[in-house]
């Protein structure tokens, strides 16, 4: 089975609205890491984050690993938001990434 | 500087012709990887580095190689191209394997066109 959850697979909020991004994994992962996408293909890192909760700008990222789960809050969205969130974690050697969250913001 | 380079952006390919990929870092990161990255799709790892070690996955063994002739370097190599290849081709480089520890740092991507 797939081994990093990701929910919804797809979101579209009116700018301004909050949105709670979902990550859920089967393993006993010791990091988790959320990844923005740029609609032209580059991966940028957003969160490093074992545990806890992390803050950057309008950006908050919440790990609770021994539920193996996380979650990525974005207030205030705006349309340059607008693109795909991924998670991942580290299993051994290397990280999996689960297939995304592709969220759309409209003016 | 925590910034990975890729050469070149965007790669258009012959079917059956060979395709070559660079990387670069110059963080002194032990460990270099490529992943491949389709349209809605999770990446996926290809293969990494680990100092001057090479590990492919299992499932794609037989279709990538890849060489690393000094610590910065790394590419990743096409024998035959095929128009499954098409996909973003994503490098990413940590400064130990153990990335339980440590975190990866992604470049921009290399879009390889098969035609």
């Known amino acids: 089975g797939q081994q990093v959850q990701q929910s919804p697979a797809s979101l579209v909020l009116q700018e301004g609205e909050n949105a709670e991004l979902q990550c859920n994994f089967s393993?006993?992962?010791?990091?988790l890491q959320w990844f923005y996408q740029h609609p032209g293909g580059r991966l940028v890192s957003l969160f490093y984050?074992?545990?806890g909760t992390k803050h950057t700008g309008r950006l908050t990222s919440t790990t609770v690993t021994n539920e193996r789960r996380g979650s990525l809050h974005i207030s205030s969205s705006q349309t340059t938001d607008s693109g795909t969130y991924f998670c991942a974690i580290n299993m051994g050697y290397k990280l999996t990434f689960g297939t995304g969250t592709s969220l759309l913001v409209d003016p | 500087d925590t910034t990975v380079k890729q050469n070149p952006r965007y790669k258009l390919a012959r079917v059956g012709k060979p395709v070559n990929l660079i990387c670069s870092q110059t963080?002194?990161?032990?460990?270099m990887y490529w992943y491949q990255k389709k349209p809605n799709q999770a990446p996926k790892l290809l293969l990494f580095?680990?100092?001057?070690?090479?590990?492919r996955e299992a499932d794609t063994f037989e279709k990538f190689q890849s060489s690393r002739p000094n610590n910065s370097f790394c590419s990743l190599y096409i024998g035959s191209a095929g128009l499954e290849y098409s996909a973003m081709y994503l490098c990413a480089s940590s400064r130990d394997r153990d990335i339980s520890s440590y975190e990866q740092y992604f470049g921009p991507g290399t879009r390889l066109t098969v035609l």
């Open positions: 984050n074992p545990s």
């Open positions: 963080m002194n990161h032990d460990t």
């Open positions: 393993s006993t992962a010791t990091r």
């Open positions: 580095y680990y100092d001057k070690i090479l590990n």
